[in-house]
């Protein structure tokens, strides 16, 4: 189907997504998400529609979405059911590194795999002491001939059970000064050495969650990605332009379907004789929802156009994401109140996006991050001394 180019092409794989959701993933995700059971059949049809490969190029086996075309898919399938976006997102993330950065024959080595979904994964940045503090870390490689060792522990790692791979951000120059210069990034294969556990958490269910404990891990030296070592934090915070654009798409999926729920609850209760529809507070709320949803959506195009162009777009991005994350909590919260006790309820699905919608607020950088990251842009694009 080539790049994906012409609105033809698009409008095909759109309509394959819509399908592969209405068809694979609605009907199971309540089931799935009450027992917080991996979807592995639902994995297994994402590698078929070749998701894996999403954003990864044409010339690596993937299917070379711009990010456009791609938040219009995370958009989608968040809609129905949040977590399966995890699944390739974070895996994404990690190709997109590797094909940034990696040496050709890194990139001819893994990107078709991971196109292929033969290999999934994700990336490990957070340890149990630091997340946003990424100069914190303490996760150490030390170099053996021709192999890292690795020591230290993850935690809150999306993927790391049932993936078998993880860019890791390790330090490799422990004394290196600012911290940054000592830190590298490597794709380590699941193997001996390498424990992953399960993290209880409020809502993203279905997914794994993990930390993860590296014992003497040995990883060929061929692993770090670009054979260079101290680029790994630029690495990884370039990585997350992509990421943190996705994770504002994943607002807006779920924005929408607090709102698109919204709007048929209002129609079908009554009260006071009326559809609550028809009461005015009823309908601000319906409103302002719609209102973030359509500004929400804007942000993300926009940030996605800028990261297609190739240009640096970390305020754009940040932007997005607070702007979409925040939209999302509170359309699930003034979903709950048009849902009354029933959106209190295990039987519909407005408790989910409840519980969802927070996590948009703290992965990819939390928000609170974010603005600091937008300020500061505001701050150097227009400097007055
Ligand atoms: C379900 C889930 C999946 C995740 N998946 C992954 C994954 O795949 N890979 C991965 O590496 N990580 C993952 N994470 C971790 C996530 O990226 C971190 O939780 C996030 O970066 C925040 O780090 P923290 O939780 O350590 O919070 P902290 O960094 O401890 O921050 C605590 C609070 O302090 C605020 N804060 C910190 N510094 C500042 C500052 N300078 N100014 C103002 N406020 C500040 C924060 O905004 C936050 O409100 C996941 C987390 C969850 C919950």
Redo the contacts with the bound molecule.
Sequence with gaps: MGTYSDKGDEAVLLDAVDQFIERDVRPFTRKFESDDSYPEEIADKLSQLGLFGATIGCEYGGLGLSAQIYTRIVERVSACWMSISGIFN?HLIAANAVERFGTEEQKQRWLPMMARGEMRG?????EPD????LQAIRTEAARDKDQFIINGS?M????SMYGNFLAVLVVTNPIAEPRHRGMSLMLVEKQAGYETSKLE?LG?NGID?GSVHFDNTRVPADNLIGLEEGKGLQQVLAGLELGRINVAARGVGLARACLEESISYSQLRKAFGKPICNHQAIQFKLADMATRLEAARLLVERAAHVYDNGIRCDMEAGMAKLFASEAAIKNSIEAMRIHGAYGYSKEYNIERYYRDAP?LA?????N??QR?IIARQLIEKNKVV
Excluded at 362 to 366: A, L, M, P, R
């Design positions: 974070s994700g990336i490990a940045l957070t630091c997340g946003t503090d993850k809150w790692i999306t993927n958490k993203y969650t996590l703290i992965g990819e950088g939390t609170e991050l600091i």
